[in-house]
């Protein structure tokens, strides 16, 4: 018995190894292919910043995009409220040399409360960066500066550079081009009253030419000009864990050059810091006892500025790792993340293990993790073979191939959509996308387009006739290029991974309570979820459902708000006011709809009329049938608040501490927090 049980057991153990072997290979190269694909993506979107055909800046007597944006002080601010007097809106970094040597003559100038006076535009600084900062440069709580989040204002402005900006005329038109330089914006600050000849329409070819080399001997500002930072797809969200870092050569402070394949075969806990930077000089004597207390991985710090100041920080902290220079951002770049402090963690093998730590508390999170990362990295960490055979070969086997088919089919997914976004579809001005992450009003919004551009019969066998999945659209009944205009598509892509074109894109965000609870329902509906809703939450927080995190999907659209083919809607408004939203969606995509009509859009758009008519929007009526699932589950409630009540008390206040941390940053607040987001198209 004993030598038969042997027996089976070593014939166990070599087909799973087998099995092992194959998997292994086929999911290898799996990841060859989505390797080359996503360089691939990126090599095309790189190409695309070079496109003559889209306009580099905008162009005067063109309305002015509206903004809202915190002061200095945190209280809400648009442009509009400006307006009524010619208004210089002028784009500011405090890290920035030129923006520095600036500001205290900006600082004096909002100071004076002398300008919009005729002949001299009201200053409005738009700034980003460290809000202590700004204040020290600019005042304490000025009304008249304003703080952006990353440079989302500016890329809607096209304002590549900075010190940057455009004169705005009193009824919201832009009224001049792009001022590069403090020369040419100074220039408009320091006209007196009786200059006459300024007046909110210029002709100012002069200034032009100047803002293009005042105070930038390094060409700086034509750079940006020629090519703006909206027009860039740069990724700046960091390199993700898994991804070889990127190799680099740069200057040592002491002399010589370092390259990263110079330290191959050692952990490298690479530092991206900045001698003006505050929590940088933090982070300095924190780094050098880490450094001493690690002695098996190499702390190398990228700096910025000049050799001067950076060695004056080495002397005053006694930095006992290698210190190199970057001229400008060109590493930063490679790494996908233009700030500092911030750190990535390299294995001996010259792969990142973990995701960017942005900021002090990351960073001494990840240096606290290093050890424990690498060590389980370097480890060999297998069960027992002889347990694994014995208990479950075939489990183990049958998950292995499950695991390696769900990868290929989203390797197949992602080339058919990369074929199809860069090779087949060709945009159209007047193509309409409605993007969600789903369980976000996806199919009310099919509803409401699909009566604003046809009859509104309901004769249709399903709605995804007229808006089908963009990623599928080649194969619904009419393809992509024979659909009638304008076309209307659905997608729960990210805005990162959407084909970018002169459409229009219509994102509904919902409450990630409700979303939570409605994502639950439709798993145990129609992908035959077992688990628990505090289950399902665990995955959902963490971002591990189909179509990620739901923080990074909404905050990914919601920094682009203010893009002039973009209208960024919630659930919660169609739900109070959907006539409203109706009015805007008909003005942001310019349809020609009857007011007569509206009446009858309003009662089919309604929850009750589509419970009626659910077979034509469920998506798989037909399938599902056969699968044993429950029809008519596709539209549950449609109410809000659904998720604070199913929420329990724990699972609320986790939620709310990453909806601050990851959403709020960004002057988001959802209706729990007392207002809705309230995006504004540009000035008409």
Known sequence: ???????????????????????????RQNGRVLLRLEKLENQFEELKIGDESETAELQPSSPAPDFELP???????????????????????PECDFCRKLAPQLKETIASRVEGRPGRPLALIVSTGDLDANRQLLGENSPRVLLQEKMEVAKVYRAGGTPSGYLISPDGSVASELMLGGEALLEW???????????????????????????????????????????????????????????????????????????????????????RCAPCNALAPKLKQFQRNHPELRVVMISRGERGENLEKVKEHNLPFPVVLQKQWEVSLKYAMFASPIAYLIDNAGVITAEVAVGLEPILDLMARARPLLTQLAGVKRPSLVRRVAHLPIKAAAAMFARLLARITVTKSRIDTFELKHFRFVPRPDDIFIVTYPRSGTTWMQMILYQLTTDGSMEISHIAEHSPWFERSAESDHGYEERPAPRVFKTHLSHKSIPKGPGRYIYVARDGRDVAVSYYNLYRTHNGYKGTFAEFFELFMSGKVMWGSWFDHVSGWWNHRYELNVLFLTYEELGTDLEGCIRRLIAFCHLDVPEEKLPLILERCSFAFMKQHEDKFDPAVEALWQQGARLNQFLRVGQVGEGSRRLTKEQQTRFDEAFQSRLERGSFAWPSAGRLPQPVPALQ
């Open 189 to 275: 600050l320091d006209s007196k009253e009786e200059s006459g000849n300024r007046n909110t329409e210029p002709d100012q070819p002069a200034s032009r030419s100047a803002a293009k080399t005042a105070g930038n001997g390094d060409g700086r500002a034509k750079r940006f000009g020629s090519r703006s930072l909206e027009r860039s797809k740069i990724n700046r969200d960091g390199l993700k864990a898994g991804t070889i870092a990127p190799e680099f050569q740069l200057p040592l402070l002491e002399g010589g050059d370092l390259a990263l394949s110079q330290l191959r075969g050692k952990p490298v806990f690479l530092v991206f810091s900045s001698p």
């Open 71 to 93: 002061d200095l002080g945190g209280k809400p601010r648009r442009l509009l409220e400006f307006l009524g007097q010619p208004v210089l809106v002028i784009f500011f970094d």
């Open 1 to 27: 018995m004993s030598y038969l049980f042997a027996s089976v057991l070593v014939a166990a153990v070599a087909t799973l190894l087998l099995v092992g072997w194959f998997g292994f290979q086929l999911l």
